[in-house]
C-alpha cells in the first residue's frame, strides 16, 4: 500500500488568524497532491514570546478550525503543537502552565488522539536568543502516543524530543509505522542536527519520519532552521524542502517496502538491552 504524506512548513508569526489563513491555503495544495496524511509544525497557530497562555484560550476555536479543515480536504491532520491549559485527564496545569499539546484529526474531522511533548527545551544556545527555557512556561506530558489510522500506525514526537531515541524505541514497541516530528528547530541547532537526528530515527526504528518544521525569521532574534523533509525506513531523505519559508513537502509512503526492510533486518528481535 502507498500512500502520499506532506510535510507543512511554515514561517509563523504573531498573528493567530493570518498563520491559520496560511495554514489553510498549505493543507489546500496538499489535499490537490491527492495527499492522505499531513503534519503541521510546532507552534503553527502562534509563534510567539510570551503568549502561550493567551493562546491557550483560543484552543477551542484552534480545534474547531482544525477539524473543518481536516473534513473540508478529507485529510488526516496532525496539528504540530499548540498551548493547552488541561492536562489529558482534564486537570488545569498548575502555576500557569501550559503543554505543548499535538492533536490529531481524522479525515471525517474528529479528534483521534493526543499527545504532549515530553521532552522541554532548556539550553543555552550561542544564537540572537541566546538561552532557551521552556520548563519555564510548559509542562512536561508523561505518554507514549501511537494513533491507529486505516493505513498507518502513526507514533507523535515534538521537536527536542527527536534528540531522545528511546521515546522512538517505545514508538515501535508500540507499532508505530510512521513517527512524525512537528519542529521549530533554531538555525543553530538546525543546521547541525536536523537531518542527522531524523535519519538516525528513521535507521534505528525502521519507521517512515516526517519532520515538518518553521523556518526563517520569525521575531528579531528568533529564526528557526526549516529543511522540513520525509526519510524512508533505510533513512534515505526521500523530499526535502532546502529554501527558506513555507512551502509543502510531499512524498510516497510505502508500507510494503518498509515490511520488507524490517523482515530482512529484523532490529526488534535483535534487540539485547532495554
Not at 483560543?58 to 503543537?81: D, F, K, M, T
Not at 499527545?115 to 527545551?121: A, V
Not at 521552556?134 to 507514533?155: H, L, Q, R, Y
Given at each position: 500500500m502507498?500512500?502520499?504524506?506532506?510535510?507543512?512548513?511554515?514561517?509563523?508569526?504573531?498573528?493567530?488568524?493570518?498563520?491559520?489563513?496560511?495554514?489553510?491555503?498549505?493543507?489546500?495544495q496538499?489535499?490537490?497532491?491527492?495527499?492522505?496524511?499531513?503534519?503541521?509544525?510546532?507552534?503553527f497557530?502562534?509563534?510567539a514570546?510570551g503568549?502561550?497562555?493567551?493562546?491557550?484560550?483560543?484552543?477551542?476555536?484552534?480545534?474547531?478550525?482544525?477539524?473543518e479543515?481536516?473534513?473540508?480536504?478529507?485529510?488526516?491532520?496532525?496539528?504540530?503543537?499548540?498551548?493547552?491549559?488541561?492536562?489529558?485527564n482534564?486537570?488545569?496545569?498548575?502555576?500557569?502552565?501550559?503543554?505543548?499539546?499535538?492533536?490529531v484529526?481524522?479525515?471525517?474531522?474528529?479528534?483521534?488522539?493526543?499527545?504532549?511533548?515530553?521532552?522541554?527545551f532548556?539550553?543555552?544556545?550561542a544564537?540572537?536568543?541566546?538561552?532557551?527555557?521552556?520548563s519555564?512556561?510548559?509542562?512536561?506530558?508523561?505518554?507514549?502516543?501511537?494513533?491507529?489510522t486505516?493505513?498507518?500506525?502513526?507514533?507523535?514526537?515534538?521537536?527536542?524530543?527527536?534528540?531522545?531515541p528511546?521515546?522512538?524505541q517505545a514508538?515501535?514497541?508500540?507499532?508505530?509505522?510512521?513517527?512524525?516530528v512537528?519542529?521549530?528547530?533554531?538555525?543553530?541547532?538546525?543546521?547541525?542536527?536536523?537531518?542527522?537526528?531524523l535519519?538516525?530515527?528513521?535507521?534505528?526504528?525502521?519507521?517512515?519520519i516526517?519532520?515538518?518544521?518553521?523556518?526563517?525569521?520569525h521575531?528579531?532574534?528568533?529564526?528557526?532552521?526549516?529543511h522540513?523533509?520525509l526519510?524512508?525506513?533505510?533513512?534515505n531523505?526521500?523530499?526535502?524542502?532546502?529554501?527558506?519559508?513555507?512551502?509543502?513537502?510531499?512524498?510516497?509512503?510505502?508500507?510494503?517496502?518498509?515490511?520488507?526492510?524490517?523482515?530482512?533486518?529484523?532490529?526488534?528481535?535483535?534487540?539485547?538491552?532495554s
Amino acid at each position: 500500500m502507498k500512500i502520499k504524506i506532506a510535510a507543512i512548513q511554515m514561517q509563523s508569526k504573531d498573528n493567530l488568524q493570518v498563520n491559520l489563513d496560511h495554514v489553510a491555503a498549505l493543507l489546500a495544495q496538499a489535499a490537490q497532491q491527492q495527499v492522505k496524511l499531513a503534519v503541521l509544525p510546532e507552534n503553527f497557530a502562534m509563534f510567539a514570546a510570551g503568549a502561550q497562555l493567551t493562546t491557550a484560550k483560543q484552543l477551542p476555536y484552534i480545534q474547531r478550525w482544525l477539524s473543518e479543515q481536516a473534513r473540508i480536504h478529507n485529510l488526516w491532520i496532525v496539528a504540530g503543537s499548540v498551548p493547552c491549559r488541561e492536562r489529558p485527564n482534564g486537570e488545569t496545569v498548575v502555576n500557569d502552565k501550559v503543554r505543548a499539546s499535538c492533536f490529531v484529526y481524522n479525515n471525517q474531522g474528529e479528534l483521534a488522539g493526543r499527545y504532549d511533548k515530553i521532552h522541554l527545551f532548556d539550553a543555552a544556545i550561542a544564537d540572537q536568543q541566546a538561552q532557551y527555557q521552556e520548563s519555564a512556561t510548559f509542562e512536561a506530558g508523561n505518554d507514549v502516543v501511537v494513533i491507529k489510522t486505516p493505513f498507518a500506525n502513526i507514533g507523535l514526537s515534538i521537536c527536542y524530543d527527536v534528540r531522545f531515541p528511546q521515546l522512538y524505541q517505545a514508538l515501535r514497541d508500540r507499532g508505530a509505522d510512521v513517527i512524525v516530528v512537528p519542529a521549530a528547530f533554531t538555525a543553530l541547532t538546525g543546521q547541525a542536527h536536523w537531518q542527522v537526528l531524523l535519519r538516525a530515527r528513521a535507521i534505528e526504528t525502521q519507521c517512515f519520519i516526517v519532520g515538518a518544521g518553521q523556518s526563517g525569521q520569525h521575531s528579531p532574534t528568533r529564526t528557526t532552521w526549516g529543511h522540513s523533509q520525509l526519510i524512508d525506513a533505510w533513512g534515505n531523505v526521500v523530499a526535502e524542502q532546502q529554501q527558506e519559508g513555507e512551502g509543502v513537502v510531499i512524498a510516497e509512503y510505502d508500507l510494503d517496502e518498509q515490511q520488507r526492510i524490517r523482515q530482512q533486518m529484523p532490529l526488534l528481535s535483535h534487540r539485547r538491552l532495554s
